[in-house]
């Protein structure tokens, strides 16, 4: 069991281009989440997705974010038109349905740097 | 809604000594409490849950932690700290009907040798 893959692991971008993120969750997952965490900073909530569906975006910027988990193919967090302060570790996670007793299980993680 | 604090930022303790994460939370229901440990460039790894039964959980790497159900606490524990064990923590819940965990902000432990 290969576990939460996030790739790429490292993404370079300028101000002003498109950043891709993907996350393939665990074998059996069916729910993903992503959170982000800045500098020295806690994990912040952005999204909460089941195959097809938007459960929960409450923590997703209003703009330039957007958020997709298709019934084939990993999910994809993508922004648009990046600025500097989107510089941060993006992370996914994967549970279970329900996500019972085993909380999630996070991938290692896409360090965004905006130059 | 539920939430999760944890009031220490940063938490400095001499290898050898014991150690305490504090965590308090805040969750309609049964709680299904959670700590998870973060080491430089890494994802969040698992330690220990706290589901029903024994309110003493035991988890990886000698980590412990205690559920009070009065204070609300989960607080984690360990009786001898590594230098290894330096890394930043994270509490979170969940209650026995959703499935979205609150994660607190985060304690960074440093242990000195």
């Known amino acids: 069991n290969a576990g939460v893959m996030q790739n790429p692991r490292h993404l370079v971008r300028r101000r002003g281009q498109e950043a891709r993120l993907r996350c393939s969750p665990m074998k059996g997952h069916s729910h993903v989440y992503w959170y982000r965490q800045l500098p020295e900073e806690g994990l912040k909530f952005m999204v909460y997705?089941?195959?097809?569906?938007?459960?929960?975006e409450s923590g997703m910027p209003k703009e330039r974010f957007s958020a997709e988990f298709p019934k084939e193919g990993p999910s994809i967090l993508r922004i648009q038109q990046v600025v500097r302060g989107d510089s941060a570790a993006y992370f996914c996670?994967?549970?279970?349905?329900?996500?019972?007793?085993?909380?999630?299980?996070f991938g290692s993680g896409t360090r965004l740097t905006v130059v | 809604a539920q939430s999760v604090a944890q009031p220490e930022d940063q938490v400095n303790v001499a290898e050898g000594n014991p150690l305490t994460v504090k965590c308090t939370y805040s969750v309609s229901g049964n709680p299904y409490l959670f700590w998870y440990v973060q080491y430089p460039n890494r994802g969040l790894q698992f330690l220990l849950k706290y589901i029903t039964g024994d309110n003493l959980v035991k988890g990886s790497y000698g980590f412990e932690a205690e559920f009070n159900k009065s204070q609300t606490s989960f607080h984690l524990k360990k009786p001898s700290a590594l230098v290894s064990d330096s890394a930043l923590y994270f509490c979170?819940?969940?209650?026995?009907?959703?499935?979205?965990?609150?994660f607190g902000g985060g304690t960074r432990l440093m242990v000195k040798p």
């Open positions: 996670a994967s549970s279970e349905v329900g996500a019972t007793s085993y909380g999630y299980t």
């Open positions: 997705l089941q195959k097809e569906n938007i459960i929960d």
């Open positions: 979170a819940v969940k209650n026995n009907a959703g499935n979205m965990l609150t």
